[in-house]
């Protein structure tokens, strides 16, 4: 993610074709831009997406993460997305990594 200067708001949702295989996306942000990246997700697996890698120091800041069911999904079956909310806060450039994986196994 590089980031720059003048604030937009962007999303990105990302459906991997296979949970082992590497995706990249590049992403330039404006200074103080909201950045959502959002990927599927089944609570009933046991598995969860985690943001793997520390963003200390870097230009990107994590706000926050959560979890909707898609419409018309319950929670005993259903699937939904797990959305990770970010903001540019300097200038400059970071790398996330996202793992889906159970808790205790990541």
């Given at each position: 993610?590089?980031?720059?200067?003048?604030?937009?708001?962007?999303?990105?949702?990302?459906?991997p074709n296979s949970i082992n295989k590497t995706n990249c996306t590049n992403v330039t942000l404006?200074?103080?831009?909201?950045?959502?990246?959002?990927?599927?997700?089944?609570?009933?697996?046991?598995?969860?997406?985690?943001?793997?890698?520390?963003?200390a120091n870097t230009s990107i800041k994590l706000n926050s993460t959560n979890f909707s069911y898609?419409?018309?999904?319950?929670?005993?079956?259903?699937?939904?997305?797990?959305?990770?909310?970010?903001?540019?806060?300097?200038?400059?450039?970071?790398?996330?990594?996202?793992?889906?994986?159970?808790?205790?196994?990541?």
């Open positions: 993610i590089a980031v720059q200067s003048v604030p937009s708001n962007i999303s990105i949702s990302f459906y404006k200074l103080w831009d909201t950045l959502n990246i959002a990927m599927p997700e089944n609570p009933t697996s046991g598995h969860t997406w985690f943001q793997i890698n520390s963003l898609s419409s018309g999904q319950n929670k005993t079956t259903g699937s939904g997305d797990r959305v990770f909310n970010f903001t540019a806060i300097k200038i400059g450039n970071a790398m996330m990594k996202f793992v889906y994986a159970k808790n205790h196994t990541r």
